[in-house]
Structure formats: structure tokens, C-alpha cells
Nanobody
Framework: QVQLVESGGGLVQAGGSLRLSCAAS????????MGWFRQAPGKEREFVAA????????WYADSVKGRFTISRDNAKNTAYLQMNRPKPEDTAVYYCAASPRTYYTVSDFRNYGMDYWGKGTLVTVSS
């Protein structure tokens, strides 16, 4: 089992930048696919981005592609989400997630979800 703790959320101006971090416990961090999801007020939780165990494979929602970058540092048991040029519509609680499953497409994350979740960190983008 893995425990996840997000940090780095806060208030950011549209067009600025913000980096979220996800610290994971456990010695098997490098075996997990890591992902970021978000939930805006009154909306369902949605997939944002994910990265495979080596960092060589990434997946992005179309809404963030080209603006957000997911990465990981297995030596530090930490995953990151670099948010560049955020928009007000990116305002949401951002959740880190992990899973030992194999994923092939973005649809897989939406259909099967992930197994372990953090408690979330709020990101507010002002216009």
C-alpha cells in the first residue's frame, strides 16, 4: 500500500505557473503509475495527467496538453505536476493517485481509475 500527500496548491494568476508535488510513502514507489486528477466545484472528478514507472511514458487530458507537465523523481518518491499558463477553468482540488496497474490510453484512466489517492490540494486560478 502507498500513502500520498499533495502540496503546492494555492492562488495563482492566469498565465502564471505553479508546481504541485505528491510525496509517496513506501519502498515500491517506482513500481506505480502516478496520476493527477482534479475536481472543480459542482463537477465530477476528471483525469489530468499520468506518468509510467520509468517516466518515459506520459498521458494528458486534451484540456491541459501543452500547458501542464507531469514528472517524477523515483529517488525522492515524489511526483510533480508543473502547471504553466493556467486558466481560471483549471481551478479545482487536485488529487494525486497511484496504481500498480498497466494503462495504455487516457480512456483507461477514466474507465478503471486508480487505486490509491491523496486528500487533495486546492488550486485557484484568478483572472
Amino acid at each position: 500500500q502507498v500513502q500520498l500527500v499533495e502540496s503546492g496548491g494555492g492562488l495563482v494568476q492566469a498565465g502564471g505557473s505553479l508546481r504541485l508535488s505528491c510525496a509517496a510513502s513506501g519502498r515500491t514507489f517506482s513500481r506505480y503509475v502516478m496520476g493527477w486528477f482534479r475536481q472543480a466545484p459542482g463537477k465530477e472528478r476528471e483525469f489530468v495527467a499520468a506518468i509510467n514507472w520509468s517516466g518515459g511514458g506520459t498521458w494528458y487530458a486534451d484540456s491541459v496538453k501543452g500547458r501542464f507537465t507531469i514528472s517524477r523523481d523515483n529517488a525522492k518518491n515524489t511526483a510533480y505536476l508543473q502547471m504553466n499558463r493556467p486558466k481560471p477553468e483549471d481551478t479545482a482540488v487536485y488529487y494525486c493517485a497511484a496504481s500498480p496497474r498497466t494503462y495504455y490510453t487516457v480512456s483507461d484512466f477514466r474507465n478503471y481509475g486508480m487505486d490509491y489517492w491523496g486528500k487533495g490540494t486546492l488550486v485557484t486560478v484568478s483572472s
